[in-house]
């Protein structure tokens, strides 16, 4: 495993373990099992439904608290001044933890300014090491920049082959904002792990396809947080820490870009209608 420094001197891993649709009577025992694989950033969030299952595995699962880099995120309703110090405080209690290594606001919608002045204060109080956004696209991340105190440690988007925004990475390494890959596998959509570019290289390598994803994204400095409920898939997503790719298997790579988003665009009406509608979930309308 590598550590990457961010811009506040914080060492996180380079990789993690994601939670987004592990149910929450399964959870515990899945982060347990990928805490025992070897995993020690989990990356959950307040909308996943599932921080108190992930928090009962910190406590149960025997590695120290400070050995673990826990992340949640702030979903849009929860998002302004007062409601993210509220929001934050019930994911630490869900959680059972004393502070959050990471926090993050989850979408660029709503009153995220207002959220965003909470986590700075949250912050420089300590009850969070680094905060971050995730989704913001070049604008809205460069809107932040241009009126926060500090600065998102952390951008958190979808990245993955068949999406590689190459000129974000430039613009967030100019800014100092560390990149974080979600579905760093596009969740296998358009036949990802079926790409013969891909298939070649893991061949090359004596490795699958899976860890050439991986293993690509982490060479471009972007850390990753692959989801994955199977117990040898959460190994086999582990083992890319001994080989690297050459550059022309990087070149090869470049070519399975189809510069589009596999899952989410926040800049789709029908989009936006949809994150909104998911609101309507009962739990979540409890803050609002
Ligand atoms: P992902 O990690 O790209 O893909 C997960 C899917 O790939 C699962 O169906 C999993 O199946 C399968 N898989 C995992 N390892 C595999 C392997 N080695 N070979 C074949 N299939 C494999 O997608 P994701 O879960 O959406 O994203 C990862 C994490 O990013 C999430 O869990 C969440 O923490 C975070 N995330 C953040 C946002 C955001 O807006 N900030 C959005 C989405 C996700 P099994 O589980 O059945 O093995």
Not at 242 to 263: A, G, H, R, V
Request: proline share 5%; with cysteine; glycine share 6%.
């Amino acid at each position: 495993m590598e550590f990457v420094k961010l811009s506040n001197g914080v060492c996180m891993p380079m990789e993690g373990f994601g939670v987004f649709q592990v149910p929450e009577d399964t959870c515990e025992q899945v982060v347990r099992n990928a805490i025992a694989a070897g995993y020690r950033l989990i990356d959950t969030a307040y909308s996943y439904q599932n921080e108190k299952a992930v928090g009962k595995a910190i406590q149960n699962c025997g590695i120290p608290r400070e050995k673990l880099f826990v992340t949640t995120k702030a979903y849009i309703q929860q998002m302004g001044y007062e409601k993210t110090k509220i929001a934050f405080e019930e994911s630490l209690q869900n959680l059972g933890l004393a502070y959050l290594d990471l926090y993050l606001v989850h979408m660029p919608f709503g009153d995220y300014y207002g959220a965003w002045r909470a986590m700075e204060e949250l912050y420089e109080t300590g009850k969070v090491r680094a905060i971050g956004v995730c989704n913001f696209l070049p604008d809205r991340l460069l809107d932040l920049c241009y009126n926060a105190r500090i600065v998102p440690h952390i951008n958190q988007i979808e990245h993955h082959p068949h999406y590689q925004r190459t000129k974000e990475l430039a613009l967030m390494k100019e800014l100092g904002v560390q990149p974080q890959a979600w579905a760093p596998f596009a969740e296998g959509l358009k036949g990802m792990f079926d790409e013969p570019v891909l298939q070649e290289i893991a061949e090359k390598h004596d490795r699958t396809p899976a860890q050439v994803i991986l293993r690509w994204n982490v060479q471009q400095g972007v850390i990753i947080i692959p989801k994955s409920v199977h117990r040898e898939r959460m190994e086999e997503n582990l083992g890319i820490w001994d080989f690297s790719l050459d550059s022309e298997d990087m070149e090869k790579i470049t070519s399975l870009d189809q510069d589009c988003p596999s899952m989410l665009d926040t800049r789709e009406v029908s989009e936006v209608r949809r994150v909104y509608d998911y609101l309507n979930n009962p739990v979540l309308t409890s803050l609002s």
